[in-house]
């Protein structure tokens, strides 16, 4: 069982940034692949960023290439998310996920393991 706890979330205004990190209760957290999820309010939830198990590799969905940044500290078991020029349309609740897969994919259903979700809120 892997136990992931996001913080850092609140609101902000347009072109401000926020950082989230996701604390991860787990003595393997380096054998999982992890992941950002966000759903806004009556939105399917959607792929954000992911990265490897060892941090050397990330994706990001378009919407926030450029902007979002994905890393991790696999001695701190924590991921983190720099959201920078934020945008209206970023407002949401973000969850982080866990995978055991070898590489991550942007599929929520190949997450077992999620968070309880922290809310981003940008006004315009």
């Known amino acids: 069982q892997v136990q992931l706890v996001e913080s850092g979330g609140g609101s902000v205004q347009a072109g401000g940034s926020l950082t989230l990190s996701c604390a991860a209760s787990t003595r393997t957290f380096s054998s999982y692949c992890m992941a950002w999820f966000r759903q806004a309010p009556g939105k399917e939830r959607e792929f954000v960023a992911r990265?490897?198990?060892?941090?050397?590799?990330?994706w990001y969905a378009d919407s926030v290439k450029g902007r979002f940044t994905i890393s991790r500290d696999n001695a701190k078991n924590t991921v983190s998310l720099q959201m920078n020029s934020l945008k209206f349309e970023d407002t949401a609740v973000y969850y982080c996920?866990?995978?055991?897969?070898?590489?991550?994919?942007?599929?929520?259903?190949?997450?077992?393991?999620w968070g309880q979700g922290i809310q981003v809120t940008v006004s315009s």
């Open positions: 990265i490897t198990r060892s941090g050397r590799s990330t």
């Open positions: 996920a866990a995978s055991s897969d070898v590489i991550p994919t942007d599929t929520p259903g190949r997450y077992a393991y």
